[in-house]
C-alpha cells in the first residue's frame, strides 16, 4: 500500500507531500505520517525548513469521514499539530484547492501560509454541531482577531483566498507554481522571518461594544443550534485563559458537542446529502449534452431559474408571450446579476459574458437549438399541456424537456409530447438563484438518460438533487400540504396563527406556516385548492378560513394583509379580524376551543410531516427516509440541527 504521507529534501529544504485521495482527509495514516515526519526532518541536519504539500486537487478538506462515530485513534491530531508548530524547522503550509477543519487547523500550526489564488480556507464544524477539536479556536484569533475568528468559527463559511490575505490568515497569494514558490519562499525568506508560534502569541481582546454586538447576532441567528453557542464560549476562553488552558477547554467542549443530539442530527443531514441523490438505475448512464438552455416564463421562478443557469455558465434563452412581459423578466435576470457583481460573487469580466450568454424572445422557434428546456409558467394543467404542444414542434427531438410544476401530474404533462420519455420534472425552489434543493420528478416513461441529465445539470448548478415519484406535491409539498391542514385544524381547535407560527419558530423554523403563506401569497394554495375540491373526499375534515381571506382579497404581504395585517406592520401584526373569522369557524362547527401549548403544536406538525413521510416511503415517491429529511431542511426550513422529521422519529 502507497504511503499516504512522503518526505523529499532538495537544497536544504524537506517536503512533505500528503497523497490521500480524493480530498486528502486526515485519516489515522496521514496524522502518523505527519507526526512520523517532523522528528525526522528534525533529526536530518540538511534540512533547514519543510514545506507542506498536498498532492491531488485540493490541501487538506479536513476529517476522515469514514472514522465518524469511531473511538478516536492516536496519533491525535492537536498531538500531531503541537509537534509541527514546535518544530525548530519551519514548516511552511502551501494551500491549494480547499483548506477546511483539521486541514486549516494543521496550517495553523505551521509558522507560514501561503495560498493558490483559487483556494478557500474554513473552520466549517459547526455545520456538523461540532467546533474545531484541535486548537482552531485558539490559534485563529491570535492570528487574525477575536472577531475574525468568531464569524469563521460560528459562521462555517468558507473564506477565499483574497480574504484570507486581507485578514492576515496567509502570509502570501502565489500566482504560477505554488510548490516552485513555496520552496523558494522556504530558501530565501522563512529563515529570516520572526514568526512566533500561534500558542505562543498574545491575543488582542475586542472592542468591547461591538464584541457583544456580535455574539447577539449569532446566537439568534443559531435558532436554538448549540454548536455557534459553544463557539463564542470557546472564543471567549481563547481571550481569557492561557493558551494551553484554552485549548484544553476547546476540547472538553469538541468531545461534550459531539455526543450532543445535534451533532447526530447535523452528520446525519451530511451524509444525507450526499446519499439521496443516487439512483442505482442511473449507474453508468451517460446524461445528454447540455450548453444552451431554454427557460420558458420571466416571472420569479422563471427569472430565477435563468439567473441560475447564467451563474452556472450555461447559455439561456428566455421565452415570454409578449414582449411587454420578456422585458420585465429579463429586468429581474439583470438585477440579480447586478446583485451578484456587487457582493463580490461574480467579477465585472464575468458579468459582462453572462449577459452576454443571455437572450430573450417571443417565438417558440428561438429555442430550436436548445439542449435543455424548463417550462415555469403559470401552474394550470392546460397552460403547460399548451406550452409542451408547442415545444414538441419547437424543439429538436433528442433536447430534454422539463416542467418545474409544484403539484401537477408530469405523467399527463409528457403525454402532450410524441415522445414522452425526453420529459422530466425539475421542480426548483425560489429563489431559484439561491435555494440548494431540486427535485426531479422522474415520470414512468422518463428516459434513463433524460433522467442523468436532470442530474448533471442540478450538479453544474450546485444543487442537492433529491430524485421523487410523481404524485400530487412530490415528496416536500406533499408533506408540507399535510401538515399545512393540520395547522388549519388547530386553529379551528383552538389555536391563533401567532401561536403555530411562535411554536414554529421556537423549534427552529426561520418561519412559521401562516407566515410563510402570506409572503408566497395565500392566493396560490387557494387555487390548488379548488383544483382539488372535485376529488376531495366527502368524509374528509375541511376548513375554509383560508378560502375566507382569499375571497376578501387578503392574499398575504403583497396585497397588505393575509394571515396578519402589514398596513401598519410591514413584518405583519395579529389581526382581530382573522381572529373572529377563526373563533366563528369554530362555533359554526361545534368545536370547543381549547389553548394549545407549544409542544402540544409542534408534536401534532412533526407527527403530520411523520405519517404522510411514511406514506411517500410505502408509494416509493421518495426512496429512503434520508430523502425525505433532505428535501425537508432544504426546501422547507426544516431546522438542519434536527436531522429532519424521519431522523426524528428515528430517535423517539
Request: glycine fraction near 10%.
Given at each position: 500500500?502507497t504511503q499516504p504521507v512522503t518526505i523529499s529534501t532538495q537544497g536544504g529544504i524537506a517536503t512533505v507531500t500528503i497523497d490521500n485521495p480524493p480530498v486528502n482527509a486526515l485519516s489515522q495514516a496521514v496524522r502518523q505520517g505527519l507526526a512520523d515526519a517532523v522528528p525526522q526532518t528534525e533529526a536530518d541536519a540538511?534540512?533547514?525548513?519543510?514545506?507542506?504539500?498536498?498532492?491531488?486537487?485540493?490541501?487538506?478538506?479536513?476529517?476522515?469521514?469514514?472514522?465518524?462515530?469511531?473511538?478516536?485513534?492516536?496519533?491525535?491530531?492537536?498531538?500531531?499539530?503541537?509537534?509541527?508548530?514546535?518544530?525548530?524547522?519551519?514548516?511552511?503550509?502551501?494551500?491549494?484547492?480547499?483548506?477546511?477543519?483539521?486541514?486549516?487547523?494543521?496550517?495553523?500550526?505551521?509558522?507560514?501560509?501561503?495560498?493558490?489564488?483559487?483556494?478557500?480556507?474554513?473552520?466549517?464544524?459547526?455545520?456538523?454541531?461540532?467546533?474545531?477539536?484541535?486548537?482552531?479556536?485558539?490559534?485563529?484569533?491570535?492570528?487574525?482577531?477575536?472577531?475574525?475568528?468568531?464569524?469563521?468559527?460560528?459562521?462555517?463559511?468558507?473564506?477565499?483566498?483574497?480574504?484570507?490575505?486581507?485578514?492576515?490568515?496567509?502570509?502570501?497569494?502565489?500566482?504560477?507554481?505554488?510548490?516552485?514558490?513555496?520552496?523558494?519562499?522556504?530558501?530565501?525568506?522563512?529563515?529570516?522571518?520572526?514568526?512566533?508560534?500561534?500558542?505562543?502569541?498574545?491575543?488582542?481582546?475586542?472592542?468591547?461594544?461591538?464584541?457583544?454586538?456580535?455574539?447577539?447576532?449569532?446566537?439568534?441567528?443559531?435558532?436554538?443550534?448549540?454548536?455557534?453557542?459553544?463557539?463564542?464560549?470557546?472564543?471567549?476562553?481563547?481571550?481569557?485563559?492561557?493558551?494551553?488552558?484554552?485549548?484544553?477547554?476547546?476540547?472538553?467542549?469538541?468531545?461534550?458537542?459531539?455526543?450532543?443530539?445535534?451533532?447526530?442530527?447535523?452528520?446525519?443531514?451530511?451524509?444525507?446529502?450526499?446519499?439521496?441523490?443516487?439512483?442505482?438505475?442511473?449507474?453508468?448512464?451517460?446524461?445528454?449534452?447540455?450548453?444552451?438552455?431554454?427557460?420558458?416564463?420571466?416571472?420569479?421562478?422563471?427569472?430565477?431559474?435563468?439567473?441560475?443557469?447564467?451563474?452556472?455558465?450555461?447559455?439561456?434563452?428566455?421565452?415570454?408571450?409578449?414582449?411587454?412581459?420578456?422585458?420585465?423578466?429579463?429586468?429581474?435576470?439583470?438585477?440579480?446579476?447586478?446583485?451578484?457583481?456587487?457582493?463580490?460573487?461574480?467579477?465585472?469580466?464575468?458579468?459582462?459574458?453572462?449577459?452576454?450568454?443571455?437572450?430573450?424572445?417571443?417565438?417558440?422557434?428561438?429555442?430550436?437549438?436548445?439542449?435543455?428546456?424548463?417550462?415555469?409558467?403559470?401552474?394550470?394543467?392546460?397552460?403547460?399541456?399548451?406550452?409542451?404542444t408547442r415545444l414538441d414542434v419547437a424543439t429538436r427531438p433528442d433536447a430534454v424537456l422539463a416542467t418545474n410544476t409544484s403539484y401537477l401530474d408530469i405523467a399527463e404533462i409528457a403525454g402532450a409530447v410524441a415522445d414522452p420519455s425526453r420529459v422530466l420534472g425539475l421542480h426548483f425552489f425560489s429563489p431559484a438563484?439561491?435555494?440548494?434543493?431540486?427535485?426531479?420528478?422522474?415520470?414512468?416513461?422518463?428516459?434513463?438518460?433524460?433522467?442523468?441529465?436532470?442530474?448533471?445539470?442540478?450538479?453544474?448548478?450546485?444543487?442537492?438533487?433529491?430524485?421523487?415519484?410523481?404524485?400530487?406535491?412530490?415528496?416536500?409539498?406533499?408533506?408540507?400540504?399535510?401538515?399545512?391542514?393540520?395547522?388549519?385544524?388547530?386553529?379551528?381547535?383552538?389555536?391563533?396563527?401567532?401561536?403555530?407560527?411562535?411554536?414554529?419558530?421556537?423549534?427552529?423554523?426561520?418561519?412559521?406556516?401562516?407566515?410563510?403563506?402570506?409572503?408566497?401569497?395565500?392566493?396560490?394554495?387557494?387555487?390548488?385548492?379548488?383544483?382539488?375540491?372535485?376529488?376531495?373526499?366527502?368524509?374528509?375534515?375541511?376548513?375554509?378560513?383560508?378560502?375566507?381571506?382569499?375571497?376578501?382579497?387578503?392574499?398575504?404581504?403583497?396585497?397588505?394583509?393575509?394571515?396578519?395585517?402589514?398596513?401598519?406592520?410591514?413584518?405583519?401584526?395579529?389581526?382581530?379580524?382573522?381572529?373572529?373569522?377563526?373563533?366563528?369557524?369554530?362555533?359554526?362547527?361545534?368545536?370547543?376551543?381549547?389553548?394549545?401549548?407549544?409542544?402540544?403544536?409542534?408534536?401534532?406538525?412533526?407527527?403530520?410531516?411523520?405519517?404522510?413521510?411514511?406514506?411517500?416511503?410505502?408509494?416509493?415517491?421518495?426512496?429512503?427516509?434520508?430523502?425525505?429529511?433532505?428535501?425537508?431542511?432544504?426546501?422547507?426550513?426544516?431546522?438542519?440541527?434536527?436531522?429532519?422529521?424521519?431522523?426524528?422519529?428515528?430517535?423517539?
Amino acid at each position: 500500500m502507497t504511503q499516504p504521507v512522503t518526505i523529499s529534501t532538495q537544497g536544504g529544504i524537506a517536503t512533505v507531500t500528503i497523497d490521500n485521495p480524493p480530498v486528502n482527509a486526515l485519516s489515522q495514516a496521514v496524522r502518523q505520517g505527519l507526526a512520523d515526519a517532523v522528528p525526522q526532518t528534525e533529526a536530518d541536519a540538511d534540512v533547514r525548513a519543510v514545506v507542506l504539500l498536498c498532492a491531488g486537487r485540493t490541501f487538506i478538506a479536513g476529517a476522515d469521514v469514514r472514522e465518524f462515530g469511531q473511538t478516536p485513534q492516536k496519533p491525535h491530531l492537536p498531538d500531531v499539530i503541537d509537534m509541527i508548530e514546535g518544530a525548530t524547522k519551519p514548516w511552511i503550509a502551501a494551500l491549494h484547492g480547499t483548506a477546511l477543519g483539521g486541514g486549516l487547523e494543521v496550517a495553523l500550526g505551521c509558522r507560514f501560509r501561503l495560498a493558490d489564488p483559487s483556494a478557500r480556507l474554513g473552520l466549517p464544524e459547526v455545520n456538523l454541531g461540532l467546533i474545531p477539536g484541535a486548537g482552531g479556536t485558539v490559534r485563529l484569533p491570535r492570528l487574525v482577531g477575536a472577531s475574525a475568528a468568531l464569524e469563521m468559527i460560528a459562521g462555517g463559511k468558507m473564506v477565499s483566498a483574497d480574504k484570507a490575505l486581507a485578514m492576515g490568515l496567509v502570509d502570501r497569494i502565489v500566482d504560477g507554481d505554488l510548490t516552485q514558490a513555496a520552496l523558494e519562499f522556504a530558501k530565501a525568506e522563512a529563515l529570516d522571518k520572526v514568526a512566533t508560534p500561534l500558542m505562543a502569541r498574545d491575543v488582542a481582546q475586542p472592542d468591547s461594544d461591538k464584541w457583544e454586538a456580535q455574539k447577539a447576532a449569532i446566537a439568534k441567528r443559531a435558532r436554538g443550534q448549540n454548536s455557534p453557542l459553544a463557539a463564542i464560549t470557546a472564543l471567549e476562553n481563547a481571550l481569557a485563559l492561557p493558551a494551553d488552558q484554552a485549548l484544553a477547554k476547546e476540547r472538553e467542549l469538541f468531545f461534550q458537542l459531539k455526543d450532543d443530539p445535534q451533532s447526530l442530527a447535523l452528520r446525519h443531514i451530511f451524509f444525507a446529502e450526499r446519499s439521496a441523490g443516487k439512483m442505482p438505475c442511473l449507474k453508468g448512464v451517460k446524461p445528454r449534452p447540455f450548453d444552451e438552455i431554454g427557460v420558458i416564463g420571466g416571472g420569479t421562478m422563471g427569472a430565477g431559474i435563468v439567473a441560475a443557469c447564467l451563474l452556472a455558465g450555461l447559455r439561456v434563452v428566455m421565452l415570454e408571450r409578449d414582449d411587454d412581459s420578456l422585458g420585465a423578466g429579463q429586468e429581474r435576470v439583470q438585477i440579480t446579476l447586478a446583485q451578484s457583481h456587487k457582493r463580490g460573487l461574480i467579477d465585472a469580466d464575468t458579468l459582462m459574458r453572462m449577459q452576454g450568454n443571455f437572450s430573450g424572445a417571443t417565438d417558440y422557434a428561438a429555442l430550436g437549438n436548445a439542449d435543455l428546456v424548463i417550462e415555469a409558467v403559470f401552474e394550470d394543467m392546460a397552460v403547460k399541456k399548451d406550452v409542451f404542444t408547442r415545444l414538441d414542434v419547437a424543439t429538436r427531438p433528442d433536447a430534454v424537456l422539463a416542467t418545474n410544476t409544484s403539484y401537477l401530474d408530469i405523467a399527463e404533462i409528457a403525454g402532450a409530447v410524441a415522445d414522452p420519455s425526453r420529459v422530466l420534472g425539475l421542480h426548483f425552489f425560489s429563489p431559484a438563484y439561491i435555494m440548494k434543493l431540486l427535485e426531479i420528478v422522474h415520470p414512468p416513461k422518463v428516459a434513463d438518460d433524460v433522467l442523468a441529465t436532470g442530474f448533471a445539470l442540478a450538479k453544474r448548478l450546485g444543487k442537492i438533487a433529491v430524485p421523487a415519484g410523481v404524485c400530487d406535491g412530490f415528496i416536500g409539498n406533499r408533506i408540507m400540504s399535510a401538515y399545512r391542514r393540520e395547522c388549519d385544524y388547530m386553529l379551528e381547535d383552538g389555536a391563533l396563527p401567532q401561536d403555530v407560527d411562535a411554536a414554529m419558530r421556537d423549534f427552529g423554523f426561520a418561519m412559521g406556516i401562516f407566515a410563510m403563506q402570506d409572503m408566497a401569497g395565500l392566493d396560490i394554495a387557494w387555487a390548488m385548492r379548488k383544483r382539488q375540491a372535485a376529488t376531495r373526499p366527502a368524509d374528509m375534515r375541511y376548513v375554509d378560513i383560508p378560502d375566507q381571506l382569499c375571497e376578501m382579497g387578503r392574499f398575504g404581504r403583497k396585497t397588505g394583509a393575509g394571515w396578519y395585517d402589514y398596513s401598519s406592520d410591514p413584518k405583519g401584526a395579529p389581526d382581530p379580524l382573522v381572529e373572529g373569522i377563526i373563533t366563528k369557524a369554530s362555533a359554526d362547527k361545534g368545536i370547543t376551543r381549547q389553548p394549545l401549548s407549544a409542544d402540544e403544536i409542534m408534536g401534532r406538525i412533526i407527527a403530520v410531516m411523520q405519517s404522510e413521510g411514511r406514506k411517500i416511503l410505502d408509494e416509493g415517491i421518495a426512496q429512503s427516509p434520508e430523502a425525505i429529511d433532505v428535501v425537508m431542511v432544504n426546501g422547507y426550513g426544516f431546522p438542519r440541527w434536527r436531522g429532519g422529521p424521519m431522523f426524528m422519529a428515528g430517535m423517539e
